[in-house]
């Protein structure tokens, strides 16, 4: 209906409406209403402010002094409210820490918090005794838990009520170190409150760790160099740099050259069995099949770009949409189709690609279970835990739809693997963010600056769920990258020396692919840069799968590239190349 509005609007700008006629709109932001719309009205937005003091102050200020008031238990009343801005304040600024915060994004407002506030002032008139946990269960199940569709969102929403909203909070506590529940004031005394004893804002103040904070200004730096790249000119430089199409031919060729064509699986097949095809062997099989549909995806689709460009065809759309996406350092949209979820750059995602052919080239060797599983380099993980539940059903005769997968944390490293484990399998690739693993397998809070730890190997188990145990157990949910939300894949079961609500509060969880910030890694460990792209023109590099940012210090003179390959010691995106760039390692 949105067209048809605009095109009353424009009859009516024509002189066929009442000069006295206007038109309000109010919506969500949205990229899907019209421009001319845009255009001819005057446009106001109402955004929450941005830091905890800004949002508790305009959360409190949202109640008059007759709310304030209007209670029987004004004592009871105003302790709770205040307990209840603060938790809203919270909840719309943990927002700014990404998928750490909360999974997915919330349109959490004022309205919520008042309807909790009538909810609050009828219950404590209405009831002898504070009713703790309906209000809990109303403030978090219904009016804010009304817009949370994650269920690990819906329990991080109820663990904060739990700590907020108890009967200590009455007669006064702490909502963080260093910030007290006020006494019974009035509203212009409650804003003084804030103002004085609010300490500055830190992770601390939503109960998560000082870590957070890094990631969450990483993030923003690391989208400004996103849009940096997307501005870089795709021409060739007045110093006589490559064009578009050369480098785009350059990476090109690299890929093809490193990426191998699909698995023989007729072959692997004919060496099988029927008495071999057990769970596991199902599941590699099912890897293969989808490994070889990327593969030849990748081939066909860079053997058409090729051709092109060579002028044998004419460039399409499909094939100009690659071609950005290689010059960009991008996953094409159609590789990323068939592929697993992965937030990282295209340089650092073929080498991804090589690590789970290889694994699966070792597979196919003999077929049998490896010692340890790369469980991150799976394209559907949940099957091979499936494979787990099915082999321990099969040798124990449980009944397969009572059984979970358990966990345990061990004290090996891959190379003290010797053999498959009988009571499972093996797992590593796993990477915890929010905490780490002390020397007994326990979680334990990170140290400074560490926001992903890589896990040690880890026994997954099936066993019923009258055997699963409880105590001093997190379950820890499992995301196959830092997008978290709809990349979930199963929850583990890790212990723990604190209460587990101190991990559900920090946003602990274990990643299996954190490869994402690869290509950036130069740009966060680096004090002075500068854009080549700004001073020196676009980089004629043609060093293999090479990015078009390249960085070097500031008082670097220009890099002079060659055809033939990168100088010896030349810096690349945090990665020094050498012999032509035919290997590369980490730059310390």
Not at 177 to 201: A, N, R
Request: with cysteine.
């Amino acid at each position: 209906w949105l067209r048809t509005l605009e095109k009353k609007l424009e009859t009516m700008a024509a002189g066929e409406g009442n000069a006295n006629f206007h038109v309000f709109l109010t919506a969500d932001p949205s990229p899907h209403i019209p421009v001319g719309i845009l255009q001819r009205c005057m446009k106001m937005t109402n955004e929450p402010p941005s830091g905890l003091k800004a949002n508790l102050l305009r959360a409190v200020s949202n109640f008059s002094d007759d709310t304030w008031e209007g209670s029987s238990k004004l004592v009871e009343y105003k302790a709770i409210l205040f307990g209840l801005c603060f938790f809203h304040a919270v909840v719309v600024e943990r927002r700014k820490f990404g998928p750490q915060g909360w999974n997915r994004a919330y349109p959490f407002n004022l309205g919520d918090l008042t309807a909790c506030a009538a909810v609050l002032n009828n219950y404590l008139e209405s009831t002898g005794k504070i009713p703790w946990d309906d209000l809990r269960y109303i403030f978090g199940e219904i009016m804010y838990g009304g817009h949370i569709t994650d269920d690990w969102d819906r329990k991080l929403a109820m663990t904060y009520l739990r700590a907020y909203m108890r009967p200590e909070l009455i007669d006064g506590t702490e909502f963080f170190p260093g910030f007290p529940s006020p006494p019974c004031l009035s509203v212009d005394k409650y804003l003084e409150f804030i103002e004085e004893k609010l300490p500055k804002e830190n992770p601390v103040a939503y109960l998560m760790n000082a870590n957070s904070e890094i990631g969450f200004m990483t993030d923003q730096a690391d989208q400004m160099f996103k849009i940096i790249l997307e501005l870089e000119p795709r021409s060739a430089s007045a110093s006589g740099g490559m064009s578009m199409q050369d480098k785009v031919k350059t990476i090109l060729d690299t890929i093809l050259e490193r990426v191998p064509e699909p698995f023989n699986l007729e072959e692997a097949m004919e060496r099988m069995d029927d008495e071999d095809r057990n769970p596991y062997v199902n599941v590699f099989l099912q890897e293969c099949q989808r490994m070889n549909i990327l593969l030849a995806e990748v081939h066909s689709s860079l053997d058409e770009l090729d051709l092109g460009l060579k002028g044998d065809l004419t460039i399409s759309d499909r094939m100009e949409a690659l071609m950005n996406a290689l010059f960009d350092d991008r996953v094409p949209s159609t590789w990323g189709a068939v592929a697993w979820p992965s937030l990282r750059p295209l340089s650092s995602w073929v080498r991804d690609l090589l690590q789970r052919v290889r694994q699966l080239e070792e597979w196919l060797v003999d077929m049998q279970l490896p010692k340890a599983v790369w469980i991150s380099g799976l394209f559907n993980p949940q099957a091979f835990l499936t494979a787990v539940m099915q082999t321990v059903a099969r040798r124990q005769e449980w009944p397969l739809d009572q059984m979970v997968i358990v966990t345990e944390v061990s004290k090996r490293t891959l190379a003290d693997i010797d053999a498959v484990s009988r009571d499972g399998a093996f797992i590593y690739g796993l990477n915890v963010e929010g905490s780490r693993f002390d020397a007994k397998g326990e979680l334990e809070r990170p140290g400074p600056k560490a926001l992903n730890v890589p896990c040690p190997v880890i026994l997954v188990k099936a066993v019923t769920r009258d055997m699963l145990e409880t105590k001093d157990i997190y379950f820890c949910p499992v995301y196959k990258t830092q997008q978290r939300g709809p990349t979930y894949v199963f929850t583990a079961t890790l212990r723990t020396k604190v209460p587990p609500a101190t991990w559900i509060l920090a946003g602990t969880a274990l990643i299996m692919d954190v490869g994402q910030q690869d290509s950036t890694s130069c740009i966060k460990r680096s004090t002075v840069w500068a854009l080549l792209i700004t001073s020196h023109g676009t980089p004629s590099c043609t060093s293999p799968l090479c990015l078009q940012l390249t960085l070097v210090p500031s008082s670097f003179p220009a890099p002079a590239h060659k055809a033939g390959g990168c100088p010896q010691n030349e810096i690349h995106h945090g990665r020094r190349h050498k012999d032509s760039c035919s290997q590369d390692t980490k730059h310390p």
